[in-house]
Structure formats: structure tokens, C-alpha cells
């Protein structure tokens, strides 16, 4: 399985730090935006393979979605959404262009869905990197339970 990227974009720096963390995998880079028009700045840099939109009032509303090119609205979007948009009509997002927009009420969802679109097949297993100083069979038995 080749390295996925996700892009998430909310002006709430402590909430958008909180929810990197919690989709952070081995495979998964995840970057961090205040907008989603920060995303696609320098889009010959990096590849996204989904993106995670919290809307605010007054900061990231829906209206800055439809703003997009046409190429960025392929890639799948996860809407994350809270106290300020309780409810978004998935329906009206779909008929501007985008092909799969997902909503989601809490992060665990939000990697729900992200699982789901990046690994349908599941994670790979954890690389299992070897210490990098070999342990001596001394050390090991000092290490070691001692007898009663």
C-alpha cells in the first residue's frame, strides 16, 4: 500500500492539532490548514487523497468550498461538523461538483471514513524497527527478574 496524504483544514489551530494526531498513522501523512484555499497554494508539491473540512461561521463556511477548481472536487471530502453547523445538506455539495463528501460528528468517524476511502483492505501491519544498539547477554540478565 503505497503513503496516503490528507489534508485538513480548520482555522481552530488547537482542534485541527488534536485531530492530526488522532488520524496520524504509519501510511497517512496528514498536513494542516487554516483554509481549505491554503491547500491547493502550491499544488505541484503534493498529492491530497482526502480532505477533512471543519466549517466555522465567519472563518470556513461552505461558500469557500464551492471556490474550488473542478480537479480538486474529485478527491473525497469529509465534512466535520459541530456547534456552528449542526446539519449540512450533502445533497447540494454533490451537485457542485463534488464526487464523494462524507459528513462526520466526531473524530472518530472522521477516521472511520478516512480508513474506509484510504485502506478498504485494512492497515498494514507495523514495521518492527530492531533496537539500534544490540543489548549483551550481561546487560539482558541484569535486566532480567532476579530470583526469590
Same mark, same amino acid.
Given at each position: 500500500?503505497?503513503? @496516503?496524504t490528507?489534508?485538513?483544514?480548520?482555522p481552530v489551530r488547537s482542534e485541527r492539532i488534536q485531530l492530526a494526531k488522532f488520524l496520524s498513522e504509519e501510511?497517512?501523512?496528514v498536513i494542516t490548514f487554516i483554509s481549505i484555499n491554503d491547500c491547493f497554494k502550491r499544488p505541484d508539491l503534493i498529492n491530497c487523497d482526502l480532505i477533512v473540512f471543519v466549517p466555522r461561521k465567519d472563518k470556513n463556511?461552505? @461558500?469557500h468550498l464551492f471556490n474550488l477548481k473542478k480537479k480538486y472536487r474529485q478527491i473525497p471530502i469529509i465534512l466535520l461538523l459541530h456547534d456552528d453547523f449542526s446539519d449540512?445538506? $450533502?445533497?447540494?455539495?454533490?451537485?457542485n461538483g463534488f464526487a464523494s463528501p462524507y459528513k462526520a460528528l466526531n473524530f472518530e468517524k472522521v477516521r472511520e471514513i478516512m480508513l474506509g476511502c $484510504?485502506? +478498504?483492505d485494512g492497515l498494514p501491519a507495523r514495521t518492527v524497527v530492531p533496537h539500534p544498539v +544490540?543489548?549483551?547477554d550481561e546487560v539482558q540478565a541484569a535486566l532480567s527478574p532476579r530470583p526469590k
Open positions: 500500500m503505497n503513503y @496516503k490528507v489534508f485538513i483544514a480548520d501510511i497517512i501523512t463556511e461552505i @461558500k449540512i445538506n $450533502l445533497v447540494e455539495i454533490s451537485e $484510504l485502506a +478498504p +544490540p543489548i549483551t
